[in-house]
């Protein structure tokens, strides 16, 4: 469990440099990033929401690395190909911290952003690797999590909407 969370959060924290180092090349149109990471969170935000249905990429296959990889580095193999596919409910949050990242240009503020993303997104899968027995346990947190994609849809459009307002001055 450890190392498929770590091959995660590493997958996280290499998208988080790479969309800061971008962030530094297209900085240098100031005015075309923060619209079109606002367009992408009002975008997002209407998928979670359900009112836009956008196809999502689905990333690597794990099981072509899982073959492909050592048996002792599959795991991690296996944690890196979940964290660039991303499972459809963190695809849009994911992809508008990715455009901010880059919009910031900052690659050390994008890998710790991402880090603390992934520990965010692993911490579940820790926890039920780890306890396995209590797993029913686990699935009464479901009726919780039913709210998350709501929430979130309404967070990134209201962000999104507020950004494109305040470009437009």
Do not use: H
Not at 29 to 37: D, E, F, K, M, R
Not at 51 to 78: N, Y
Not at 89 to 112: R, S
């Amino acid at each position: 469990s450890l190392s498929f969370a770590a091959g995660i959060v590493a997958s996280l924290v290499l998208l988080g440099l790479v969309s800061g180092l971008l962030g530094r090349i297209y900085g240098q149109i100031p005015g075309l990033i923060p619209t079109v990471v606002a367009v992408l969170a009002l975008l997002m935000g209407l998928n979670l929401l359900g009112l836009l249905k956008l196809p999502l990429p689905a990333g690597p296959d794990p099981e072509i690395w899982r073959r492909r990889v050592p048996a002792p580095l599959a795991p991690i193999a296996a944690g890196l190909a979940f964290g660039l596919a991303a499972t459809p409910c963190t695809t849009p949050v994911l992809a508008v911290l990715l455009a901010w990242m880059a919009q910031n240009g900052k690659p050390l503020v994008g890998m710790l952003l991402l880090t603390s993303f992934g520990a965010g997104q692993v911490v579940p899968l820790l926890l039920a690797g780890t306890a396995a027995a209590s797993l029913p346990g686990l699935l009464s947190l479901r009726r919780l999590g039913q709210w998350v994609p709501p929430i979130s849809g309404v967070v990134l459009v209201t962000t999104g909407a507020l950004t494109l307002v305040a470009n437009w001055r």
